[in-house]
């Protein structure tokens, strides 16, 4: 801060300087207070998560963690965690590919194209914001049971999907109206086909943003409670599993399950955190 | 390069059949199932499911932690995108810690907050060092509903703010500096540059903002459930009780009308209440 204030012009009065520093003090101040605001909470959970059962029931709380596993070893070998987690990464996995697999097409027909139904497409698409999407498990619970989809993976990564393909559609879009379209002009007039010229220009400028929206994609679906604990009974995801034991689960188990939720999403949002403004706060406009 | 007619339809096709049916249809269906009983159509789920004692609740419930929550994200991302603006060195690395939130689930929110807030949490051990209290107390008990709406309302700012900062923050980056440096010229003050530039320019990521956060409000869920367990009736939370619970179906697909009447009703609020002149032209 100092060097900042040494930097600027020596004209300023110093009566100038001094409100400048001040400023820049509170504008930290509160910059500080409230990165203590995010992380304070997150830590506390770590702080849980890391130490013995007893002591998490235990009281006075310590505000330091002891490093001790057993809390996590317990949650680890608990009825059901294991297959629980195997099933939110397939559910999330099976949503990215899904929700980029549809939402891609559709994103690049948005962006190079001018054709009749355009806007019919996309007042569908931003239709889907005005509705809550998670009671979608209502009617398709009953329609799985007659297709034989009750309970599984698949099921619930088709609504899990409808969450995220609007967010796909919309970020792919904005992706690929910053390729510009003369780059692929040229390819053609060199004799590549639209096919060629998408695989060999376009993709390899777009694979990192299709890649970020692909992570959001997993989030949502790793993150999703409500039509996962209403859709699956046997084939519990982490979410569901914790939802629907937390009257007979054990405060241990409940925050070493929070850890364990919450530290994927947050790596991941940290490989994409350079495309979070540019594409998601944007295309979500 | 006469197939060029036909393939947005194709590209666009799989998309289009997917929302017809997960998500056009399924709603039909849950709309159907509400207003239909044995006698055909009725009204008489809604008269089932307004019998509970916990209907009245949970739209209350429901409608003021949305009144409380929304209004207190709206001042507090703004103020933090603000902040931003004018962080130079480090903003990435701020940027970063504001947004962690987003990549955290409401179900996970309310298991932090129940570390901090539990009767061996961290709070009562903060007030017992600090000498107000004499040993643990149960903040969250059923008896004092003030504390479980308190404790949800802090849970819920504290995990679902970024969501609208992260579009705010886009949205400002959009703002032409020069309209400051000019504003600034001619003697604009902080406060009178935010209200005069940086919100009407803001209006659509606002508009946005607010709609996302909103309908999200109303699907609060899991962050109650684990606060204030079953308690605090909630809308979501009577439509996964009749459902599964009570087994009721059509029950619930009533409950789910309600949520959705709540949603598509305030979303035009917004898209009305906060349309732009210059758009509405075009």
Redesign the interface.
């Given at each position: 801060m100092t060097a900042a204030g040494a930097a600027d012009p020596v004209v300023a009065a110093p009566a100038g300087t001094d409100a400048r520093r001040a400023g820049k003090t509170l504008l930290w101040t509160c910059v500080v207070v409230l990165c203590l605001w995010v992380l304070g909470p997150i830590y506390l959970l770590l702080v849980n998560a890391l130490t013995s059962p007893e002591a998490v029931t235990g009281w006075p709380k310590r505000f330091v963690p002891s490093f001790d596993l057993s809390s996590l070893s317990f949650f680890w070998n608990y009825q059901g965690v294991a297959r629980a987690l195997v099933n939110s990464i397939l559910v999330a996995a099976l949503t990215m590919i899904l929700s980029l697999g549809i939402g891609a097409p559709a994103g690049y027909a948005l962006a190079r194209f001018r054709f009749r139904g355009k806007n019919v497409f996309r007042l569908l698409v931003l239709m889907t914001r005005a509705f809550p999407l998670p009671l979608l498990a209502l009617p398709l619970a009953v329609f799985y049971i007659r297709v034989g989809l009750d309970d599984s993976v698949l099921g619930l990564a088709l609504v899990h999907t409808t969450l995220a393909l609007p967010f796909a559609i919309l970020i792919t879009f904005s992706l690929f109206m910053g390729i510009p379209v003369e780059l692929e002009e040229a390819a053609w007039t060199l004799g590549c086909t639209r096919l060629q010229a998408f695989r060999k220009i376009v993709l390899p400028l777009a694979i990192p943003g299709i890649a970020a929206s692909g992570v959001f994609a997993f989030v949502t679906s790793w993150n999703e409670v409500f039509a996962a604990s209403v859709l699956t009974i046997q084939n519990q995801t982490l979410t569901a599993f914790l939802l629907t034991s937390l009257d007979v689960s054990p405060l241990p188990l409940k925050f070493a399950g929070a850890l364990v939720l919450v530290v994927p999403a947050l790596i991941f949002l940290f490989v994409v955190r350079k495309y979070l403004f540019s594409l998601w706060g944007i295309a979500n406009r | 390069m006469n197939d060029?007619?036909f393939?947005?339809?194709l590209?666009?096709l799989?998309?289009?059949v997917?929302?017809i049916a997960?998500?056009?249809v399924?709603?039909t269906?849950?709309a159907v199932?509400a207003f239909t009983t044995a006698e055909g159509f009725s009204l008489g789920n809604f008269q089932t499911i307004g019998r509970d004692w916990k209907f009245v609740p949970a739209i209350r419930n429901t409608l003021l932690l949305t009144a409380l929550i929304v209004p207190i994200q709206l001042a507090l991302s703004l103020?933090?995108a603000t902040?931003v603006t004018?962080?130079?060195?480090g903003r990435?690395i701020?940027?970063?810690?504001?947004?962690?939130?987003?990549?955290?689930?409401?179900?996970?929110a309310g298991?932090?907050?129940?570390?901090?807030l539990?009767?061996?949490?961290?709070l009562?051990?903060v007030l017992?060092?600090l000498g107000l209290i004499d040993g643990?107390q149960n903040l969250l008990s059923y008896q004092n509903v003030p504390a479980l709406f308190a404790a949800i309302v802090i849970a819920e700012v504290?995990r679902a703010t970024a969501i609208m900062l992260?579009?705010l923050?886009?949205?400002m980056?959009?703002i032409p500096r020069e309209y400051y440096e000019a504003a600034e010229v001619f003697g604009a003050g902080g406060w009178k540059r935010f209200t005069r530039i940086t919100l009407p320019l803001l209006r659509?990521?606002l508009q946005?903002a607010l709609?996302?956060r909103t309908?999200l409000a109303?699907?609060v869920?899991?962050v109650v459930?684990?606060l204030a367990g079953t308690n605090l009736p909630i809308l979501?939370g009577e439509?996964?009780a009749w459902?599964?619970g009570l087994q009721d179906?059509e029950g619930?697909?009533a409950y789910?009308m309600i949520?959705?009447a709540i949603?598509?009703a305030f979303?035009l609020v917004f898209l009305i209440g906060l349309r732009d002149k210059a758009e509405a032209r075009t």
């Open positions: - | 060029a007619r393939l947005p339809y590209l666009l799989p998309a289009t997917f929302l997960f998500f056009l399924p709603f269906q849950v199932e103020f933090m902040l004018r962080i130079g060195r990435d701020v940027l970063y810690v504001f947004t962690i939130p987003l990549g955290i689930s409401d179900l996970a298991l932090i907050w129940l570390a901090l539990d009767q061996s949490g961290f009562n051990t017992f060092n643990p504290w992260v579009i923050v886009a949205g980056s959009l659509s990521s946005t709609i996302l309908i109303f699907e869920f899991a459930i684990v979501m439509t996964f459902q599964f179906r619930a697909a789910a949520i959705l949603s598509v979303t």
